[in-house]
């Protein structure tokens, strides 16, 4: 499995930009995708993730009421849209993808719960 990420860019606090996941390959392996970031001098962090459905979707604390997680099956995309953005959302952005049936049991909030990575996009708010 292969995920290309993208639409990461520069943005003023307060704007909106929605990422985007291709994945191609066997794409059927990809139940649960998550997006991640990291900023400079820190830990990759969970930001969103969803299930195969899409009817299941978690967030990080820190962006819940900001960030919509998404996905199209039918075009192996998935979609992260952030609204109200603030200088701390400023990091790389990673989407991932578990090859594993959800299972609400498991908060797959964590980077071992993925398999497969994508390049990184960056994000910077200006404030």
């Known amino acids: 499995v292969q995920l290309q990420a993208s639409g990461g860019g520069l943005v003023q606090a307060g704007g909106s930009l929605r990422l985007s996941c291709t994945a191609s390959g066997r794409t059927f392996m990809t139940y649960v995708m998550g997006w991640f970031r990291q900023a400079p001098g820190k830990e990759r962090e969970f930001v969103a993730g969803?299930?195969?459905?899409?009817?299941?979707?978690w967030y990080a604390d820190s962006v819940k009421g900001r960030f919509t997680i998404s996905r199209d099956n039918a075009k192996n995309t998935r979609y992260l849209q952030m609204n109200s953005l603030e200088p701390g959302d400023t990091a790389v952005y990673f989407c991932?993808?578990?090859?594993?049936?959800?299972?609400?049991?498991?908060?797959?909030?964590?980077?071992?719960?993925?398999?497969?990575w994508g390049q990184g996009t960056q994000v910077t708010v200006s404030s």
């Open positions: 991932a993808a578990a090859s594993q049936i959800y299972s609400s049991s498991i908060p797959y909030s964590t980077t071992s719960w993925y398999d497969y």
């Open positions: 969803i299930n195969w459905t899409g009817d299941n979707t």
